[in-house]
C-alpha cells in the first residue's frame, strides 16, 4: 500500500569525467608513442640516408685508388700545386722527360687521392681521407678517431661509422680498412709490406647538415600533424562527455523531481492516497496517511474509501465520490482508525483527468486536525486567562491607587504619633495611647506594603539577613496559615550564611511555598522546612552558577505534581487547582522574587509521594553580619532652607511640624508650577527640594529636572507612595536620585536630609 519506491539509475558525472579523462590520457599517450615512433623512424632514416651517401663517397674514393694502384700510379706536368713528391725519391723513375722535354713526376696513388679528395671537399664539403698508423708522407697522418678506427681494423674490423662532431659541425665518418696490393710495393715496400697486409685506411667524413635540416622540417610536420590530431580527439572526447553529460543532465533532473514528489509523497506529515478510478479502492497511500489510520506499511487488507469515514459519517460519503460541480473539494470530517478510535480530519480531495480529458484517479489528501482543535481550546483558554489577568491588573491599579492615598494619610498619622512620643514624658499616662496608635499605625502601613507588592509597585529595600532568622519570626503565621491537620516540622538549628535580600519579599516566597504544600495535603501530612548552607563547585545546565549559596528547602509529603505538569507549574496563570481556589500566580510570583534576588528554584516531585523545592540564595563573603534593627536615636538637628512641595496638606504640615523645630527653615508648596515661582523669587538657592513624585500637573521628578539642571547646588528628594519601577502611570524613577518611600518616618526624614548634607567621606 505504500508508494512505490523509484530507482533510476543514471551515469553520474565524476563517472562521465572518469571516462572522458582516461580517454584523453589513453588518446595522449597513442599520440605520443606515434610522436615518437615517427620521431624515431624518421632520425633513422636520416642516419640512413647519410650513411648510403657516405659509402657512395668512399666507394669512389675506393675506385680512384684501386685504378691508380692499378697503374702503379701517374705522371703527371710538374706544377707548383703537385711538385715532385719528395717521400718518393727512393723511387728511381720519379721524375721523368717527354721526348719534346716536358717534365713529368710520378704521383702514387695516396698523392693523387689526397689532392683529388681536397678538391672535393672543396666543392662539397665532404672530407676524404688516406692514412696509416705507418706513413711516408707526415702529411698523411691520422687524427684521433682515425688511429682508433685504424686499430680496430688490425683486431679484425671491417668498417668503422660515428656520428662525431668536427671543428664543432655534425659529420658522419666512415672508414674502411685496404689492402696492400703489387702496385703498393713499387712505394711502400721499403716500409716492409707485403700483398695482403692492412696498409692503412680510407675515412670519408660527410657532413650532417643538410640531412639534420631534411630531418627537422620532416620532424616539424610530423609534429603539427599530431598536435592536430591531439586536439581533434580531445575535441572529439569532449564533445562525447559534453553529450553525454548533457543527457545524464536530463536524466538526472527528470530523477530528481521524480524522487523530489516521492520525497514529499513519502515524508509529508499530511496523509496522502490514490484513489482508483472506480472510485472506492486506494491504490497506493503515503507512510503518514497509514500511520494517521493505524495501519503499518503494509495493510492486512486493501483499503477501501468506504473504511475511512467514522459510522457516524458513514452516509457523507458524496463529498468523497461526487465532483460534478466541482474537480477539488475540502470538508472537515471524522474518520476510523484500525483500533476503532475516531478523529478530526481536513479532507481534500482532487480528481485528475487523463490526456482525452476523462476523469481518472482521484488524490486524497487527508490531514489529521486533533492538534488544530486542541490549539483552538487552548486559545478560548487563555482568553480566559487573559480576561482573568485583565482584571486582576485592574484590581492591582486600584490597590496600588489606595495605598498611595493610604500612605499618605498614615504619614501625617505615623508622623505625628512619633512626633509625639519624642515630646511626651515616659512616664506620661497618655504616651501608653501614642504607642498604641503608633503600632496601629506600622500595622497599617504593613497592610499598604501589601496592597503594593499585589500590585507590584513595592519600592523595595534590601539588606543582610539571615533565612533562619525570618524562618523563626514566620513560624507562628506559617503555623496558622497550614492549618492543624498538618505538622510543620522546622529544621533550622544549623547556622547558615547570611543573604542580601528583601525581607518581605524573602517572607512571601516562604508563605507562598508553604500555602502550596498545605493545598497539596487535603487530608493532612507533614511539611518541612530545612536551611543549609550549599556549594556549587560545577555549573550544571540548569542548576545555579558555581559558588556558595543558603538553601532553603520546603517538602511536603502530599500529592505530588504530575510529569506532565513539571514544566509548566513556574508560568503564570498556571494552576491544577480546581476553578476560583487558585490564581495560577504564587509559584510565578516565587520564581520571579527568586530571580530577581539572583537565586535559582529547583522542584523535585513523585507523583503520590510529595514534593520538595528548593531555593537558593547567594550567600554573602564571612563577616557580613546582619543588618541590625535600627535602634531609636535622637532627631539630628539642621539650619538648611527646604522647600516642601505636596498636594496633600496633611504631608506639607507634617513636615513642617517635624523639621521646623530641628531648626530647619521649611517653605511650602502645593504644586510644580507654585515651586517653580518660589524658588525664582528665592534670592538665594534652596538647600533642598524635596517633592512628591505624583503631583497635578508637572510630575515631581520632571521638577527634580528641571531644578537639577537650573540650580545645580540645589539637592533634591523625591517622596512616593509607589515604587522605583513604576508610579503609577507616570515616569518610572531611577537611581540618580534619593527617594524617600511614604508613610513618612520622621526619623527616617531627619536622618535622611542629614546623610543628604553631611555625606560620609
Not at 624518421?42 to 674514393?61: G, P, W
Not at 482508483?276 to 489510520?293: K, Q, S, V, W, Y
Not at 517653580?676 to 500637573?697: H, K, Q, T, W, Y
Amino acid at each position: 500500500m505504500r508508494a512505490p519506491v523509484v530507482k533510476t539509475k543514471s551515469l553520474p558525472y565524476r563517472f562521465i569525467s572518469l571516462t572522458g579523462a582516461f580517454a584523453a590520457v589513453f588518446w595522449t599517450i597513442c599520440i605520443l608513442a606515434s610522436y615518437g615512433w615517427n620521431v624515431s623512424k624518421e632520425r633513422a632514416k636520416t642516419r640512413e640516408v647519410a650513411l648510403s651517401t657516405a659509402h657512395a663517397y668512399f666507394n669512389k674514393d675506393q675506385a680512384y685508388r684501386l685504378w691508380a694502384t692499378t697503374h702503379g700510379g701517374v705522371y703527371v706536368p710538374v706544377t707548383d700545386e703537385t711538385p715532385p713528391n719528395p717521400y718518393l725519391d727512393h723511387v728511381k723513375e720519379r721524375d721523368i722527360e717527354t721526348p719534346s722535354g716536358r717534365k713529368l713526376t710520378l704521383m702514387n696513388p695516396a698523392y693523387m687521392l689526397r689532392q683529388m679528395m681536397q678538391q672535393y671537399s672543396n666543392l662539397y664539403g665532404v672530407r676524404g681521407h688516406i692514412t696509416s698508423l705507418n706513413t711516408l708522407n707526415p702529411i698523411n697522418r691520422p687524427d684521433e678517431w682515425e688511429a682508433e678506427a685504424l686499430r680496430s681494423f688490425e683486431a679484425g674490423v671491417k668498417e668503422v661509422v660515428d656520428f662525431t662532431s668536427v671543428d664543432g659541425q655534425p659529420y658522419l665518418r666512415l672508414m674502411h680498412p685496404f689492402v696492400t696490393e703489387a702496385g703498393c710495393l713499387k712505394c711502400h715496400a721499403s716500409q716492409g709490406y707485403v700483398v695482403g697486409d692492412i696498409r692503412g685506411g680510407i675515412s670519408v667524413s660527410t657532413p650532417m647538415a643538410p640531412f639534420l635540416d631534411i630531418e627537422r622540417q620532416t620532424l616539424r610536420a610530423i609534429r603539427l600533424t599530431h598536435a592536430a590530431l591531439l586536439l581533434l580527439g580531445y575535441g572529439s572526447i569532449g564533445l562525447v562527455a559534453w553529450r553525454a553529460k548533457h543527457r545524464t543532465r536530463e536524466r538526472m533532473r527528470a530523477e530528481r523531481i521524480i524522487r523530489k514528489w516521492a520525497h514529499i509523497f513519502e515524508s509529508a506529515d499530511w496523509g496522502v492516497a490514490l484513489v482508483a478510478r472506480d472510485g472506492e479502492t486506494l491504490e497506493t497511500a503515503n507512510p503518514a496517511f497509514l500511520a494517521m489510520h493505524g495501519y503499518s506499511d503494509t495493510p492486512e487488507k486493501t483499503l477501501r474509501l468506504s473504511d475511512l469515514p467514522a459510522p457516524e459519517n458513514a452516509g457523507e460519503l458524496s463529498p468523497y465520490v461526487r465532483l460534478s460541480e466541482t474537480r477539488r473539494r475540502t470538508f472537515e470530517s471524522t474518520h476510523l482508525r484500525k483500533d476503532g478510535t475516531v478523529f478530526p480530519v481536513l479532507v481534500t480531495i482532487t480528481s485528475m483527468s487523463n490526456e482525452t480529458g476523462e476523469t481518472g484517479n482521484m488524490v486524497l489528501n487527508v490531514q489529521d486536525i486533533t492538534e488544530l482543535k486542541t490549539a483552538q481550546k487552548e486559545k478560548d483558554a487563555l482568553h480566559e486567562q487573559l480576561v482573568r489577568a485583565q482584571r486582576l491588573e485592574s484590581i492591582g491599579r486600584l490597590a496600588g491607587g489606595v495605598a498611595h492615598d493610604f500612605n499618605n494619610l498614615l504619614s501625617a498619622i505615623l508622623g505625628y504619633t512619633e512626633l509625639g512620643l519624642l515630646r511626651t514624658p515616659p512616664d506620661s499616662e497618655v504616651r501608653e495611647y501614642l504607642v498604641a496608635a503608633n503600632e496601629a499605625g506600622e500595622k497599617a502601613a504593613g497592610v499598604a506594603r501589601q496592597l503594593l507588592a499585589f500590585s507590584r509597585k513595592q519600592v523595595l529595600e534590601t539588606k543582610v539577613l539571615n533565612l533562619n532568622t525570618v524562618v523563626r519570626n514566620m513560624a507562628g503565621l506559617l503555623k496558622q496559615a497550614v492549618g492543624e491537620g498538618v505538622i510543620l516540622d522546622l529544621s533550622i538549628s544549623s547556622p547558615v550564611k547570611n543573604i542580601i535580600a528583601n525581607p518581605g519579599q524573602i517572607e512571601q516566597v516562604l508563605m507562598n511555598l508553604c500555602v502550596n504544600a498545605r493545598d497539596a495535603m487535603p487530608e493532612g501530612g507533614r511539611l518541612g522546612i530545612e536551611t543549609h548552607n550549599f556549594e556549587v563547585t560545577e555549573e550544571r545546565h540548569s542548576g545555579p552558577p558555581a559558588g556558595q549559596y543558603v538553601g532553603l528547602w520546603v517538602s511536603d509529603t502530599g500529592v505530588g505534581i504530575r510529569a506532565e505538569h513539571i514544566d509548566k507549574i513556574f508560568e503564570p496563570f498556571f494552576t491544577t487547582k480546581e476553578k476560583d481556589l487558585g490564581t495560577g500566580l504564587g509559584l510565578a510570583m516565587v520564581h520571579g522574587i527568586v530571580k530577581q534576588h539572583g537565586g535559582h528554584v529547583e522542584v523535585h516531585t513523585r507523583e503520590g509521594e510529595g514534593t520538595t523545592f528548593t531555593v537558593y540564595f547567594p550567600a554573602v563573603p564571612e563577616g557580613v553580619r546582619e543588618t541590625p534593627p535600627r535602634a531609636a536615636e535622637e532627631l539630628r538637628p539642621g539650619n538648611e532652607r527646604i522647600l516642601v512641595v505636596d498636594d496633600e496638606p496633611a504631608i506639607q504640615a507634617l513636615v513642617r511640624d517635624a523639621l521646623t523645630p530641628l531648626g530647619y527653615k521649611v517653605c511650602l508648596a502645593g504644586s510644580s508650577e507654585q515651586a517653580m515661582a518660589l524658588m525664582e523669587a528665592s534670592p538665594r538657592p534652596f538647600d533642598l527640594l524635596l517633592a512628591d513624585v505624583i503631583l497635578r500637573g508637572m510630575s515631581g521628578r520632571a521638577l527634580a529636572e528641571r531644578v537639577r539642571t537650573r540650580w545645580p547646588q540645589t539637592h533634591v528628594i523625591l517622596m512616593t507612595g509607589y515604587g522605583y519601577s513604576e508610579t503609577a502611570g507616570h515616569e518610572a524613577l531611577d537611581s540618580s536620585f534619593d527617594v524617600l518611600a511614604k508613610p513618612l518616618s520622621v526619623a527616617d526624614l531627619s536622618e535622611k536630609l542629614r546623610e543628604t548634607f553631611d555625606p560620609v567621606a
